[in-house]
C-alpha cells in the first residue's frame, strides 16, 4: 500500500494499519496538534489547544525542569565554594611565616578547613582546590609553587 512521500508499508504486516492511521492523522486536520516532546522525543497529541506546549505531559515536564533546577543549585554551590575558598587563601597568605610552619596540615589542607567553616554545610576538599587550580579557576597562595 502506498501512502505517498514515498513511503511504501506491506499491506499484511501487522504495523501497516498503524502506519496508516499515523499518516492519516499528521496530514489531516489534526496535523498542527501534534508535537514531538523536547525530552523523550516522542510524539504527542496537543488535546489542550495550547500552542507553547513542548512536552508530552508532567512527567517530562517536571524532569526537564528538575535537571535544569539541578544544574543551576549545583552552579551556584561550586561559585559559593570557590568564593570561600578564594577568602581563605587570603586569610593563610596573611599568617606569619611562623605561623604558617606551625601548622600541622598543609596549606591545601588549611584552606579546605577554613572554607568548609565558611561556606556551611558545604564541604570543601583538598581535591576540590587542587581541581579548581588545574582549571585556572583559582591561583596558589603567594609563596607556594606547584
Known amino acids: 500500500m502506498g501512502l505517498g512521500g514515498g513511503f511504501k508499508v506491506d499491506a499484511k504486516g501487522q504495523g501497516a494499519r498503524a502506519v496508516s492511521l499515523f499518516f492519516q492523522f499528521i496530514t489531516g486536520p489534526f496535523w498542527k496538534d501534534v508535537g514531538r516532546c523536547k525530552r523523550c522525543r516522542k510524539y504527542f497529541w496537543n488535546r489542550s489547544g495550547h500552542d507553547d506546549k513542548v512536552y508530552c505531559g508532567r512527567r517530562c515536564a517536571s524532569a526537564h525542569t528538575a535537571i535544569r533546577r539541578a ?3 549545583r552552579l551556584k554551590e561550586y ?3 570557590l568564593a ?3 577568602q581563605a587563601i587570603g586569610a593563610f597568605e596573611r599568617l606569619s611565616a611562623d605561623r604558617k610552619s606551625r601548622e600541622k596540615h598543609t596549606w591545601k589542607g588549611w584552606v579546605a578547613n577554613a572554607a568548609t567553616r565558611e561556606c556551611s554545610p558545604l564541604n570543601v576538599t583538598s581535591h576540590f582546590i587542587t581541581l579548581a587550580i588545574n582549571q585556572n579557576k583559582l591561583k596558589l597562595p603567594v ?4
Open 71 to 73: 544544574r543551576e543549585r
Open 79 to 81: 561559585e559559593s565554594k
Open 84 to 86: 570561600a575558598v578564594r
Open 143 to 146: 609563596g607556594i609553587g606547584k
